[in-house]
């Protein structure tokens, strides 16, 4: 078979992962190339036009009105580009939600720059960048924090916009909607995966929603901003929850010597009520999927409690078992401990149930399924650089002592139990190994 006349199997329904439209492959639209085709009906007039082709060449790529080919594909209800790997990989929707200032963007930076390495090396998975140009604000934020030329310049992360790059703005039928952008990265088994036979079956490209703080704030949203919507379509919900914005925690934190100079803990940082954010994410789920009042969420809901580094003080136990969360079999092949999991989890509750309460309600009255997982995505305090133009203390971070800890483990349990309720292999295997003591795993921290 020559090259022009192989086939590549598509998926039966294509889903865009900026409007959630779902439409047959062969109605998806293509971006014109010719330089005089600017100015779509619903991208904007900055935006070459889409249209449904009639001409081909002969390695299949459409051909626009002035005879061009063309590249890209898009949506045929929003008009945003819409990856070729959604034509053939099912789309795994995840939603990182949170107040403001609770992280996120660091834990994203963090978490994208570690996990490929431990997908490849340990579980072998292919972990790859699907979209470069739209993901450069995420490969920005791993460069600022890993890829720096001075180890004396002090940096930090620009909090997500409430509008711009992050965002697409079209006009659908009369509105004008602003939606979401998606991160997206391929997952797929290389060579020695024990799937790799049925790799075209279980691939997968992950659609990662980040969202400003604010969007998440009740009242935020309208129906011209469905910008959260992606939380009804997603297979797990990551809500990154920042202790050290509870007051309850701070004053805790601040009488523990250990962690009471940490500049975060400072009056005057940020606070915004985290449980509430939450319980609005709630109601608009519950809204747009069509659930009852006392109806849970039958989805994973994955609390990332961030800043571990900041209020480990306050815990009697080391959590020190969760590096062995992820385990390397006789056959060469990774296992993700959900056992160990549990019990990590078990003793954050715990611990928020002391501090945090608000938080437990909110997540265990949303949905069936709760996990809590400690994760530190800058394994440091920051350093105060001065105060910004409303007086708050401007906080930034030494690159070179940058060390993240724990922040593969929310996806890796995403992405396995993604898989598990989907009915099919899943490409993070785990195991439920039997339970160990307490007391011989969890030792005192001070310990470490």
Not at 90 to 98: A, K, R, T, W, Y
Request: aromatic letters at 8%; proline letters at 6%.
């Amino acid at each position: 078979m020559t090259e022009s006349e192989r086939t590549i199997p598509l998926l039966p329904l294509v889903t865009c992962p900026t409007c959630w439209h779902r439409c047959a492959p062969e109605e998806i639209l293509w971006v014109a190339t010719h330089s005089s085709l600017i100015g779509d009906s619903r991208a904007g007039a900055a935006e070459y036009r889409r249209f449904l082709p009639t001409l081909f060449t002969v390695d299949a790529r459409a051909l626009d009105e002035k005879g061009e080919p063309c590249h890209e594909l898009a949506c045929p209800r929003c008009h945003a580009i819409v990856n070729r790997g959604l034509l053939e990989m099912e789309p795994l929707f995840l939603s990182i939600l949170g107040a403001p200032s609770s992280g996120k963007s660091f834990y994203l930076a963090t978490m994208i720059h570690t996990v490929g390495s431990m997908l490849s090396q340990q579980f072998r998975l292919r972990f790859e960048n699907a979209a470069p140009r739209g993901n450069q604000t995420i490969t920005e934020y791993v460069k600022t924090l890993f890829d720096y030329d001075d180890r004396n310049q002090l940096v930090k992360l620009e909090k997500t916009d409430v509008a711009g790059n992050g965002y697409f703005q079209s006009r659908v039928g009369e509105q004008d909607l602003l939606l979401p952008r998606p991160y997206l990265y391929s997952v797929q088994p290389d060579d020695a995966h024990p799937l790799h036979a049925r790799c075209r079956e279980v691939s997968r490209m992950v659609c990662l929603y980040d969202n400003a703080g604010e969007h998440f704030l009740p009242g935020a949203v309208t129906a011209l901003t469905p910008v959260i919507d992606h939380m009804a379509r997603s297979e797990a919900l990551l809500f990154i929850y920042d202790p050290t914005q509870e007051s309850a925690f701070r004053r805790a934190c601040r009488s523990c010597h250990q962690g009471s100079l940490d500049p975060q803990l400072e009056p005057g940082t940020n606070t915004y009520p985290q449980a509430d954010v939450l319980s609005e994410a709630a109601a608009r789920v519950k809204q747009l999927t069509g659930m009852s009042a006392t109806e849970k969420f039958d989805r994973p809901l994955i609390v990332i409690v961030q800043k571990f580094d900041v209020w480990r003080y306050l815990l009697d136990k080391s959590l020190n078992l969760l590096d062995e969360a992820v385990s390397m079999e006789d056959n060469g092949t990774a296992t993700l401990r959900l056992e160990i999991l549990q019990q990590v989890s078990d003793v954050i509750e715990d611990l928020l149930n002391r501090y945090g309460s608000s938080i437990v309600t909110a997540a265990r009255g949303f949905a069936r399924e709760v996990i809590f997982i400690p994760v530190t995505a800058t394994g440091r305090s920051p350093i105060i650089a001065g105060t910004d133009a409303n007086g708050r203390l401007d906080l930034r971070f030494d690159p070179s002592q940058i060390a993240p800890r724990w922040v593969e483990l929310p996806f890796l349990y995403a992405l396995h139990r993604a898989g598990a309720r989907a009915g099919k292999a899943s490409l993070i295997p785990a195991t439920r190994l039997s339970m160990v003591a307490p007391s011989e795993v969890l030792r005192r921290e001070r310990k470490d």
